[in-house]
Structure formats: C-alpha cells, structure tokens
C-alpha cells in the first residue's frame, strides 16, 4: 500500500516522478484566470480564520458540505457568524469525500501552507481549526506572502469594463508587491442583452466611457474606449462566460433595432439576441487580434438551477451544473468569420461538458493554418467540474489526440482562494504522470530531455510567451 499523498502522490511511475521532481516541481505559476479580488493583493490582506481564507468564498466545498445533510445555516450562514462551525462542517463531510478531487486539494492545501497532515475529521477539526488559525497570525501569511510561497509570478484577475482598476493601479506602483497582477476583461454584462439588467447596465457603461449610446456602433466605440483603457493597465486577455456557443449573422440596422429595443425595456428573443451577441463578440475578436490579446471563452454552464436559493444567495454560490446544449459545432463558423478577414485572435475555448472537448480540438485544428503562433487555438484546461484528476486527464488526452500537446497552456486555478494555487500542482502531477505513462509502456521515446522541455513548457514557458506577459 502506498503512503497517503507522499512525495509521488498520483506519479505511478519511474518516469513520472522523474518528469515531475525534474522539472515540473520547480517551475514558477502563471494564474492567467482566476476569480481573486485584487484588492486584497493592494491591501495585502491578512486572515484571522482559517474559514474566511478557505471556506469563505469557495463554491465547491459548499457543495459538500450541502451533500452531507447539513442545512444552509452551517453553510453560508455561519459566514462571518461562526467560523469554527463552517470548518466543523466542512470537516463532517470531508471524510467521506472520498474519489472527489476536493479530498485531495484539501490535504495538498493544509500540508503546503500550514504543515499539517493530519486527517481532518470532525474530531480534529478543533485542533486544525486552531492550529491554522495561529499560522495565519505569522509572517508570509498575508494574502502576498501566501502568493510569494506559492512561486506565483503573475495574475490575471477578471474584471468589468466599467471597472476603474484602481487596486491594480495600486499594485503596479507598490515597489513591494512581487507579484505581476493585471486585469482581464470580461465584458458579459454588455453582450447578454437578453439580462434583465441589461439597460441599467449600458448606460452605466455609457457613463464611464464618456460615450452616449444610441445604437449599436455608439455601443462598439464605448467597449473600443474601455479596452484602450484596459491595454494601457496592462490587461493581455479577455474572458467571456456564454451559455453556449454562437453564431448568427445581422445587418447593421437590424443590430440597431435589437439594441433599442432592449434599452426600451422590451422582451429580446433568442434568435435576435444571438444576433446581437455574435456581432458584438466578432467586434471584440477583431479589436483583441488587433491589440495581441488572447480572447477566452467558456461555454456549456447552465447556472442558477435553484431558483429557491438563487434567490436566497445570489449567482456563484454553488448552483450551477453542465448543460448539454453548448453547441460547439458553432465555433467553427464564428473563428471562420474572423480568419475570412485575417483577425482571428489567439484564443482559449473551454466547456464545462466534458463531452465538446474533442469537438472543440477539431475545430482548433482547422485554424492553425498561417498561425504564426503554436497552438494558435487551444483547447483550455478542464474547467470546474471538470477540475479533477479523471477530468484532467481527458483533457490531457483529447489534446494529445487532436493536436500537439507540448504547444498546451497549462493550468489555471479559476478560484476565489489564495490557497487554490496548489491545484496547479495536482495538474503538474496528473500532466507527469500521463506523459511518464506513455514512456513507460513504450509509446513514446525515452527522450528525457525533450519531454522535461515540454513538461517546463507546459507548466509555464507556453503560457508567458502565448499571452505576450513579458515575464
């Protein structure tokens, strides 16, 4: 039997812990997607509880503990009103998490920052509890301390267009602040025009681009002044959450009639709404190709399921599943009608059914044609339910499959935490040992010096070069 999560945890082989201890372990993080607010980095926040850090934010281990039985007061109740009860219910439902990747990010997380191996059940949870909440009162363990222990180099964090970037102002000019951190743009609020917010929110984005709009090309030019203001903050990527994909094609004063009619407070169907969105997302693609960004995008989410506790919480508290109408057939024309007019941008497509991964590696196929960049069009890592050792390896595969994985991007953390960037380990150790798989069973050649290449490159090297980070 193996010892729970050693120095080879998840690396079966020889090759793998060589790949993995050689190379992967040692090479710095690019976070280039994640969801941590930058003022806690300009504020270099501090932690008194271990739940705020951990459990306070973190959609995935509310789940479980949902699962367990426990009511929402031991959930998101207890947030800012019991700590110790939030940890006592995550370590009720822990021990039988057992398959889940939570189990493992868990243990990675309490041995990395806070040196505990301990089971955490509800028996230890006191003594945990305690112990981590002294750790946080040391030196280093303040939201940069816990980014500089981590060997993090840069962080995209995801942001409104009508964001000031104040705190990344702050960041940039503070001498002290190791850490590279720069905005992305995500622009979702002005492309779903079918959000009952939607008006409110276009005048609000009229207000902070000094652009009054009144139709669709007033639209673009307020987007076009947010973007220039973003690019000179440093921003190399954009991020845009759609249901599913699309593609539709419109007139100029059909987009104008769309675009009135929402602002006018009248219903948007479907049809005319994916109009809409597809010109607005084409407009975006030419001016990132023009600018070198990267243009992101993840599809295949059907959110607030619960309308009961939607309506009790809010969005992103949990609630949310894979649809099965991501339609990643879509793409393909949409990415040909940027190529058509040589503005097809560097992208990264990501779904969160497992099932489109290998549509989506196809379809990058067809796009690396006069690329000037390798893996122009990636597949993006697995995305939240598919975080998990058995998701990442699908994802690993399908890319082997489809196209060169030594040109792949890496991991992100897509995370709330500063304690999540351990997961960029779980996938070193997952990438290791698929690659050390295939050496040892004799399909692929035992060429350690160039698989350690695409292992570095992987974990990091493709990433700073594929954004243009300049690191």
Known sequence: MVNFMNEDFLLKTESAARLYHEHAEKMPVIDYHCHINPEDIARDKRYTSISDVWLGGDHYKWRLIRANGTPESGVTGALGEDPFLLFQSFAAALPRAIGNPVYHWTYLELKRYFGIEKQLTPETAREIFDACNKKLAEPGMSARGLIDQSNVRLICTTDDPTDNLEYHRQIAGDKTCKVKVL????????????????????????????????????????????????????????????????????????????????????????????????????????????LGWVMQIHFGCKRNNNSRMFRQLGADTGFDSMNGSGEPYKLSDFLDALDCTGQLPRMVLYSLNPA????????????????????????????WFNDTKSGMEKQLLDYANGTLLGNFVGMLTDSRSFLSYTRHEYFRRILCNFLGKLVEDGEYAADFDTLGRIVEDICYNNTARFFGFGI
């Open 356 to 383: 489109d991964s290998e549509i989506i590696a196809t379809i990058a196929g067809c796009f690396m044609a006069d690329a000037g960049c390798p893996g122009k069009i990636q597949l993006g890592a697995a995305w």
């Open 183 to 290: 905005p992305a743009f995500r622009p979702d609020k002005a492309v779903n025009i079918r959000n009952p917010e939607f008006a409110g929110y276009i005048a609000k984005l009229a207000e902070v681009s000094g652009v009054e709009i009144t139709d669709f090309a007033s639209l673009c030019r307020a987007l076009d002044s947010r973007i220039d203001f973003f690019n000179a903050m440093g921003c190399r990527a954009s991020d845009h959450g759609l249901e599913s994909c699309i593609y539709a094609t419109a007139s100029q004063a059909e987009l104008d009639a769309i675009l009135s009619a929402a602002l006018g407070g009248e219903a948007v169907s479907p049809q005319r709404a994916e109009q809409y969105s597809a010109a607005v997302l084409l407009h975006l693609g030419r001016r990132y190709h023009e």
